[in-house]
């Protein structure tokens, strides 16, 4: 598929730079508290990156080869001074304090101009509900965020227009990954898009077919401006 095509919009979007994790509070559910990441981390993110089943679904599709890997490749970029450009959180069961994934908006390469949702989950906690119970509390955490006005261009199709629009979260899935399909569509998100380009995991050689996924904003009119 070609580069899809995009479109400028006036909408919100949270201010930024985000807050540092010092002063982010911990998002609590019913049994999973989402947290800033610290460097006391490393054990339990490396034990979910070298998990084959976990790393599959990611874009480069294998596991980290090492602590160093996973401490300069992938945690650096949610610790200081890197943590004001992205929102992402460690993920920890509220009963005993088990890493047991990472999510948020871990992102600042905008594959449609939207803030982008990501998650991992631990495969031993796979199917149990802890993703959908994530990315609910997230995305409710996320519509709180003191907003600024914002111009900027996304893909055509994720709004209805251009011009003023509302503003949207977005996704993206593994059109063969129905488990967070199914997550995303449970949170309220709608497909918009499904398209495919050459696989980027190391050693697959096919296509991958990819699926564009978008949130409206449910507190249009009543933004908190920074």
Known sequence: ?????KIKVKTYLPTQ?????????????????????????????????????????SAVGQIDASKDETRTSYLARYLPPNDIRTYNNILCLASTGEIIGMGGMPKTDLFFGWPEV???????????????????AFIDHW?????????????????????????????????????????????????FIRWTEPDTRVGITDDITLVGFVLESPVQGAKVLS
Do not use: C
């Open 17 to 57: 730079p985000f807050p540092p994790n010092a002063e982010r509070k911990p998002i609590r559910t019913e049994r999973l508290i989402i947290r800033p990441y610290t460097e006391e981390d490393l054990d339990g993110i490396y034990a979910i990156r070298t998990q084959p089943e976990v790393m599959h679904f």
């Open 1 to 5: 598929m070609a580069k899809p095509s």
């Open 143 to 191: 519509w709180t965020l003191p907003r600024s006005e914002a111009e900027i261009e996304v893909v055509e199709g994720s709004v209805d227009r251009s011009g003023e629009v509302p503003e949207m979260l977005s996704a993206i899935a593994d059109d063969n990954n129905p488990r967070s399909k199914h997550v995303l569509e449970k949170a309220g998100f709608r497909q």
């Open 118 to 136: 990501g998650y991992m989950l631990k495969k031993e906690y796979w199917g149990q509900g802890y993703a959908t119970e994530f990315v609910r």
